[in-house]
């Protein structure tokens, strides 16, 4: 609870949260399955109350004539906060009301005659409940602090697994890649290779593209981990054993702001050129104009080989490089804010997968929501049907960082804090 400048107390909101600090039982609570079912919690009720009334007694002080300059300013910022809150909140209880009218009817309308009143009334209940669910999902989006890098583009890469499947792994990983490519022209982003290393089997070994557009990184934050397949291979040796192979590929997604101010001397650079491998006619194999550069204190090496220039793909591959210094900064930040990071993966072993792919089943099934898709084809299309995982998994991140909000603040007040 915090004092407000002009004297009254409200208690501290999610709006004014950078972070959340999970509880000890976070791991073993029951999850809430999406934001209706959160929206009935008694908890996040009496929140929302206090926010409401907080919002008309900001809204009433603003009318005074006694505050001065400051106390108005201030007492703006906090209303134009909380006003989107208070009409959502004030919406859906409406269309509570309304629901609860209806029902009430439609238990009087019992003789034949009313048979078509009935339906009507049933049909006009599904449109208000179809409404409320999108209006706790767009509750729970403005409660939940937006991730200072959610709006930023991103550098996507792709490798293929090293250790089991082969030839599947490289083959997946192509698939994949085209997925997010065909899922950045869906979502009517810009989508640039930066490097591409194709697999002599006709798969894909490693590949990385920078992804421009409206809040790039917030829909693709959690698509970073190792993702398994589970095939029977339809080319190659392993075709002929007509048997289930599992392999896998890792996907790292790096934000990057439009100023990546990271200073990065000379000195600790080691550039190297040498002849592209991918596609590109009479080029190929006939200039040094691929660039790989390596940071000698860190280890870390990028390469580019899109451009025909040696000097386009030098710059390219600093700013690449750039990003990746950057990430190792933010990286510290983003692991400590909202729970919901921890959808994100760690060391990306087989066995902290985030996602199976299981082709014989035609079913998808993210691990860390224990959500299953069908349609694979459809999902590696990259379009509806991959937008609605994603967001599946955003809905879940929201509800996540406002259960364990409201946890720790039921136990400062059960500790009398």
């Known amino acids: ?3 407000h400048s002009c004297g009254f107390w409200r208690s501290k909101s999610l709006l004014d949260t950078a972070r959340f600090t999970p509880s000890s039982n976070s791991r073993h609570r029951k999850k809430h399955q999406d934001s209706r079912a959160l929206w009935k919690h008694e908890a996040v009720q009496k929140y929302l109350e206090t926010l409401s009334k907080e919002y008309q007694k900001v809204s009433h002080l603003l009318n005074a004539d006694s505050i001065n300059d400051f106390e108005q300013r201030t007492l703006r910022r906090r209303c134009a906060d909380l006003s989107p809150l208070a009409a959502a909140f004030q919406e859906i209880k409406e269309a509570e009301r309304e629901v609860q009218e209806l029902e009430a009817m439609c238990r009087e309308l019992d003789s034949k005659d009313e048979k078509q009143m009935l339906e009507l009334a049933l049909e006009e209940k599904e449109t208000l409940d179809k409404n409320i669910n999108v209006l706790c999902r767009k509750l729970f989006q403005l409660l939940v602090p937006k991730e200072k890098y959610d709006r930023s583009h991103v550098i996507l890469e792709v490798t293929a697994g090293r250790t089991t499947g082969g030839d599947i792994c490289q083959q997946f990983t192509k698939e994949m890649f085209e997925m997010y490519r065909n899922y950045a022209d869906y979502k009517r982003w ?22 421009s557009g409206d809040d790039v990184y917030r829909h693709l934050k959690y698509e970073g981990g190792t993702h398994r397949v589970q095939r029977i291979p339809e080319t190659g040796l392993s075709s002929r054993m007509q048997r289930i192979h599992t392999g896998t590929m890792s996907v790292i997604v790096l934000p990057q702001p439009e100023e990546v101010d990271v200073k990065v001397d000379p000195k600790d650079l080691r550039i190297d050129t040498f002849r592209a491998k991918g596609a590109g006619g009479q080029h ?3 200039t040094d104009s691929a660039v790989r550069i390596v940071h000698l204190p860190t280890g870390l090496a990028v390469e580019c080989q899109q451009e025909r220039s040696q000097q386009m793909n030098k710059e390219i591959a600093l700013r690449m490089l750039r990003a990746k ?3 190792q900064i933010i990286e510290k930040q ?6 919901a990071r921890k959808l994100q993966l760690g060391t990306r072993a087989q ?4 996602r199976t792919y299981n082709f014989t089943q035609d079913r ?6 224990s959500y299953d898709a069908r349609n694979i084809k459809e999902i590696l299309s990259g379009k509806e049907a ?3 995982l994603i967001n599946r998994l955003l809905e879940f991140a929201e509800i996540e960082a406002v259960t364990e909000y409201l946890e720790n603040l039921q136990a400062l007040e059960g500790g009398g804090c």
Not at 196 to 211: R, V
Not at 351 to 354: F, K, T, V
Request: aromatic residues 6%; charged residues 20%; hydrophobic residues 40%.
């Open 190 to 211: 810009t989508f640039d290779i930066v490097n591409y290393m194709p697999a002599e089997i006709g798969g894909l070994h490693h590949a990385a593209a920078h992804i």
């Open 351 to 354: 066995s902290e997968r985030i």
């Open 325 to 327: 210094l950057y990430q």
């Open 284 to 286: 190929v194999n006939k």
């Open 1 to 3: 609870v915090g004092l």
């Open 386 to 388: 991959l937008d609605k």
């Open 364 to 369: 998808v099934t993210d691990h860390r929501i």
């Open 334 to 339: 983003l692991s400590q804010e909202q729970s």
